[in-house]
């Protein structure tokens, strides 16, 4: 009993550690060199956390690219693994991030992410882009517009550190992402002229995780619409 009595707490220490993020996430695997592309490294606005990508090139166009969160001694991978490197923009206050992640010729999503205890993770289940295309086909005037099907992309609106003061607007700081949502038809279900979209904006609310479309962008998502 005595010896079990011993072993117990260093079972326990083992298990603290097996559970521990910061310690599982230590770098990139092998294979995995950081780019020397000054274009693909970003620093939050309060300098406390630096962004690493790192490419493995597998030949036959295998390419693998990871990008890493690094806070003095911790890394963290901000998920998921893609085949391109990818920009970012952070909100002024440093708590959100938002990672433009091209996916092929003319295509991108968007991926969300939130700071907690100091280390960026997903904020959502689902990427920021299959959300906000989600919200755009279920809105009234959008659910008989036929789906796109070629180079779709979601583009987050320059001016999320200023809270999108150039729009004109006063709205509050680090709360509002603009997403633009763009694409067009390969093969058009109805085989009419309509080319596709592009331009059609809307409202990302970082504190309640809704969507909306405000005012100002009324005008021009009707045009985008036809």
């Known amino acids: 009993m005595t010896a079990s009595?011993?072993?117990?707490?260093?079972?326990?220490?083992?298990?603290?550690?097996?559970?521990?993020?910061?310690?599982?996430?230590?770098?990139?695997p092998p294979g995995f060199v950081l780019t020397d592309n000054a274009d693909l490294a970003f620093t939050s606005p309060d300098g406390a956390?630096?962004?690493?990508?790192?490419?493995?090139d597998g030949g036959d166009w295998d390419v693998k690219w990871q990008v890493w969160a690094r806070r003095g001694g911790q890394m963290t991978e901000?998920?998921?693994e893609q085949g391109y490197g990818a920009g970012f923009r952070f909100t002024a206050?440093?708590?959100?991030?938002?990672?433009?992640?091209?996916?092929?010729?003319?295509?991108?999503?968007?991926f969300l992410y939130h700071s907690v205890n100091g280390s960026f993770t997903n904020a959502t289940s689902k990427s920021l882009s299959d959300l906000a295309w989600a919200y755009f086909y279920g809105r009234p005037e959008t659910k008989?517009?036929?789906?796109?099907?070629?180079?779709?992309?979601?583009?987050?609106?320059?001016?999320t550190e200023e809270a999108y003061r150039e729009l004109g607007v006063d709205w509050p700081n680090n709360?509002?992402?603009?997403?633009?949502l763009g694409g067009e038809y390969d093969k058009h279900p109805k085989n009419t002229v309509m080319k596709g979209l592009g331009g059609w904006q809307c409202r990302y609310d970082l504190q309640t995780g809704k969507f909306d479309v405000p005012e100002i962008f009324a005008k021009d998502?009707?045009?985008?619409?036809t």
């Open 78 to 80: 901000l998920k998921p």
């Open 175 to 180: 709360r509002y992402l603009v997403i633009s």
């Open 49 to 56: 956390t630096r962004l690493e990508q790192y490419m493995k």
């Open 5 to 28: 009595r011993r072993t117990a707490p260093w079972l326990a220490l083992a298990f603290t550690l097996a559970a521990s993020p910061a310690l599982a996430a230590s770098g990139p």
């Open 93 to 110: 206050d440093s708590q959100w991030l938002v990672r433009m992640q091209k996916t092929g010729s003319g295509e991108q999503d968007l």
């Open 144 to 159: 008989r517009f036929a789906k796109l099907d070629f180079h779709i992309s979601a583009n987050l609106l320059e001016g």
């Open 221 to 225: 998502n009707a045009k985008a619409l």
